[in-house]
């Protein structure tokens, strides 16, 4: 008889493009408060990889992929779709833009080192650096959300449909990788190159069954 875990099962992060603290009708009026809402669930995950025991090294794999995997989703659809926006109506948005691109290249550096990690094999250094992407993670995310707040009273009740609409299509497409060589966070080559990493990454999944491809063999 198995015992059963007080944790989620790993699966239960998978999420759709409609996070649970909000219906579909609240977010098509927002595209903003999608956003904030997928935040939250980013930082859910990494708070929860605190609260597994250090032993439940699958599981916790499984969350750092999920981490990873809705992480560079999040990242892709806003560089194509949000910072540019932001880059052409807040009255500083030119270097607000370079800020959130800097801030992404950072990211998808790190979260090409936690994708590459074991839980057993890594031990102290894996949870030391889940910890640290948190940590700068939270700093873009607390800074990125004043702006999206600015640029939340600059969108009219018109556009927010199509810009919600935009946002959906580009989360649905973007790569699941975070492709830190080769995935330019700009657009306008973002929107040409993303898609297309998004498809790759797809059929790395297929090939290997789902298992992260740029894992490290033991
Ligand atoms: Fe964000
Ligand atoms: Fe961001």
Excluded at 54 to 82: F, N, P
Excluded at 134 to 158: K, N, P, T, V, Y
């Amino acid at each position: 008889m198995t015992t059963p875990t007080p944790y989620p099962p790993a699966d239960r992060y998978k999420h759709t493009s409609t996070p649970s603290l909000l219906t579909a009708a609240q977010t098509a009026q927002s595209p903003i408060a999608w956003l904030k809402a997928d935040h939250d669930r980013l930082f859910h995950l990494m708070d929860t990889f605190f609260i597994l025991p250090a032993t439940s090294h699958a599981h916790r794999e499984a969350l750092v992929d999920e981490l990873v995997r809705s992480t560079s989703k999040h990242a892709s659809a806003e560089e194509r779709v949000i910072y540019p926006l932001i880059r052409d109506r807040l009255p500083n948005g030119g270097i607000v833009y370079e800020r959130n691109v800097s801030d992404d290249q950072i990211n998808k550096e790190y979260l090409s080192l936690l994708h590459k990690m074991r839980s057993e094999r890594d031990g102290d250094l894996f949870d030391r650096s889940v910890d640290k992407f948190r940590m700068i993670e939270r700093e873009h995310l607390s800074i990125e959300e004043e702006f999206l707040d600015q640029l939340d009273a600059l969108l009219s009740a018109e556009e927010r449909p199509s810009v919600y609409k935009a946002l959906i299509a580009a989360w649905e497409n973007a790569p699941v990788y975070p492709h830190p060589d080769t995935g330019p966070s700009r657009a306008p080559f973002a929107n040409v190159v993303h898609p297309v990493a998004g498809l790759v990454d797809k059929a790395y999944d297929y090939v290997r069954g789902g298992r992260p491809a740029e894992k490290l063999e033991d």
